[in-house]
């Protein structure tokens, strides 16, 4: 008998599925190595909520350029179109040569990656860079965004949490404190009258006080089926895993909230940004068009890229096909498990969505309630931080704005104005 069926047997009151412990054994171990009770799981969250600590000056310095494009990602649906952009050859049509993406299990360590050059393409979540360049100093760009929406609040199957005001009591996941995730989850639970709090997850709390944590996403649907955690927000296929697995129920889609907002956003280092050396800018410009040409066949080919992206196929994603197939293209305004999962089925959206302008509306809000959020360590930089500054400073519009100009096939999506300026917009938000 494994180690983890003996877990299941011994805490199969508080497991939801014993395949999701056997199938998932790599993710399981993260969570329920040492046990399952609450003060285990403490040392966990507490080992990894820590923010990243960024390398001292001299990893800034710039290494060497390296022609060769060099991806970092997160296992989630947020760096897809950066994977598909490698593996369906996009890239190479551009003339750039990539090796295969690098898989890291954390926020924290990938930002520490990207931060040592390391990689020289990843995926941020967008309120990470902000962090990184006016916090610590870093000098990294956002070029454009991954995607749209592609996330959602999930619940435990007993967690008694039937709506926002439901949370009070409740201990959340986030996958990062500086994440769009946690932005949108306070302001739920803010409309809701609940008070969001960081605090030990044995400390008593108010009835109107929901805990926060932060978990790396793999962990989360672990956590979620031990009843460690009480609901979680985060990116597919991290929510259809849930749901399949771990008798999670979505209360709501984040993309419902917040009508195309971003998540994960496009990251290079200024070097290869702001340069008037003509041979890297013709390169960065080139990783741009076959991320763009990525976004356009990830929404024309959803089912295929689902089985390409699994485990089934080439496995950039730790899950099988059906889970991320649920994650890229089940989205019914008739949810099963709860129908109020999606209250603006005319905004016409998808459950994740590709597009890659990176709106200055949606920059400047993010911004704003960056100010709002509570989060862990010294946040004193956001204090005279205008989104005018970031808008100008830390995002670069040029070449994403010359890909989308050479293919037009991107205004399709739903988060898109269809009349006017197809990159302007006015953000809707609706709690």
Request: aromatic share 10%.
């Amino acid at each position: 008998m494994t180690d983890m069926k003996k877990i299941y047997q011994q805490h199969g009151d508080r497991i939801q599925d014993p395949d999701l412990v056997i199938e998932y054994e790599p993710l399981f171990k993260d969570v329920l190595g040492t046990g399952i009770d609450r003060r285990d799981f403490l040392r966990l969250g507490a080992a990894t909520a820590m923010g990243a600590a960024l390398p001292g000056p001299s990893f800034a310095l710039e290494k060497k350029w390296d022609p060769v494009v060099k991806i970092g990602y997160i296992p989630i649906l947020d760096a897809a179109a950066l994977l598909v952009a490698h593996e369906q050859g996009f890239l190479k049509q551009e003339g750039i040569d990539s090796v295969r993406p690098t898989l890291i299990r954390g926020w924290s360590p990938l930002v520490e990656a990207f931060a040592s050059y390391r990689f020289n393409l990843t995926h941020l979540l967008i309120p990470i860079p902000v962090w990184m360049r006016y916090n610590n100093k870093f000098p990294v760009k956002i070029t454009a965004w991954d995607h749209t929406n592609g996330s959602a609040l999930l619940v435990g199957k007993n967690s008694g949490i039937n709506s926002p005001e439901d949370f009070g009591g409740k201990q959340v996941a986030m996958p990062y404190w500086y994440s769009i995730h946690n932005i949108i989850t306070q302001m739920v639970m803010r409309d809701a009258g609940i008070t969001p709090v960081i605090r030990p997850q044995t400390a008593k709390l108010g009835p109107k006080e929901c805990n926060f944590i932060v978990l790396p996403p793999p962990s989360m649907p672990p956590a979620l089926a031990a009843g460690t955690i009480d609901a979680y927000t985060v990116a597919e296929p991290f929510n259809a895993l849930g749901e399949l697995k771990a008798g999670g129920k979505v209360l709501r889609f984040t993309g419902d909230i917040w009508k195309g907002h971003p998540c994960c956003v496009v990251v290079m280092h200024d070097v290869n940004v702001d340069t008037s050396d003509p041979e890297r800018a013709a390169w960065t410009q080139g990783i741009h068009n076959a991320i763009i040409a990525a976004q356009v066949y990830l929404a024309e080919n959803r089912d295929e890229m689902s089985a390409m992206l699994s485990r089934d196929g080439k496995n950039y994603l730790p899950v099988p096909k059906e889970v991320v197939k649920r994650a890229m293209m089940f989205y019914n305004p008739a949810y099963y498990k709860n129908p109020n999962a999606i209250q603006h089925v005319n905004w016409g959206q998808n459950r994740i969505d590709f597009a890659g302008w990176p709106y200055r509306s949606a920059t400047k809000r993010v911004v704003e309630e960056m100010k709002r959020t509570v989060v862990t360590g010294d946040t004193t930089f956001l204090d005279t931080l205008t989104p005018e500054h970031v808008n100008k400073d830390l995002v670069n519009y040029d070449y994403v704005k010359k890909s989308l100009d050479a293919n037009p096939k991107w205004t399709k999506d739903a988060s898109v104005p269809k009349e006017g300026n197809p990159f302007v917009r006015t953000e809707m938000i609706v709690l």
